[in-house]
């Protein structure tokens, strides 16, 4: 195995089997995620682990019943046959036999709170809130949950298209943790068919700039 085999094998799953995932497995896979880096250590995240089948499949259905309301509201129709179209793929959770929601809390931006200070221009704000450091931690902590996950064997999908409903979804799982927000979520399995398409990558001469 290739030094970095760990990653390039990584890639987003929709459909999984029924196997149970066991208890030790998926603390391991937190546990990796906790190790992310964290701006000033605060590490501003936490982890609902769902092993309930009807309970995922009821998250499900508060998704699904929230885009239709919102579906129903959209007067833009290329917007609202787009945001409709979308609906199924933001419930691809739905057969998974773990579930695993990531929050994260309120973090400080001391770049926004500088500029904020000095009376800054609007610009200049807007770009410091763009880098959004608190998110930044807990996308660190999704990716290595999606790494360790793979390198066990198991398959996930980072999503963040359900969080228009994250209200009814807190409902439905009867969970609140003061100062926290649902930011993303992703199933956890075995993966039904080890086939899976592995989509492109842009060229490393497109994405990268050196600066001699």
Known sequence: MKKLDFIYDRVSIRSYKE????????IEIIKAGTYAPSGKNLQ????????DKNKIKEIAKC????GSTLVENICDEKARDSFKKMIPYYTAFKNAPVLIL??????????????????????????ALFSNPGIQNIG??????LLSASALGYGTCWMTGPNFAREEI?????????????????PLGVPMDKKY???KRKPIEE????ID
């Open 19 to 26: 196997d149970k995932v066991p208890k030790e497995d998926i």
């Open 44 to 51: 501003n995240w936490h982890f609902v682990v769902l092993y």
């Open 63 to 66: 998704v699904e019943e929230k």
């Open 102 to 127: 990531v929050y994260g809390s309120k973090y400080p931006n001391t770049e926004y709170d500088i500029l904020d200070l000095i009376d800054a221009n609007k610009d200049e704000k807007e770009k």
């Open 140 to 145: 660190a902590a999704m990716e290595n949950i």
């Open 170 to 186: 807190k409902e439905c799982i009867n969970f609140e943790k003061e100062g926290f927000e649902l930011v993303c979520i992703t």
């Open 197 to 199: 398409p592995r989509p």
């Open 207 to 210: 994405v990268v700039t050196f």
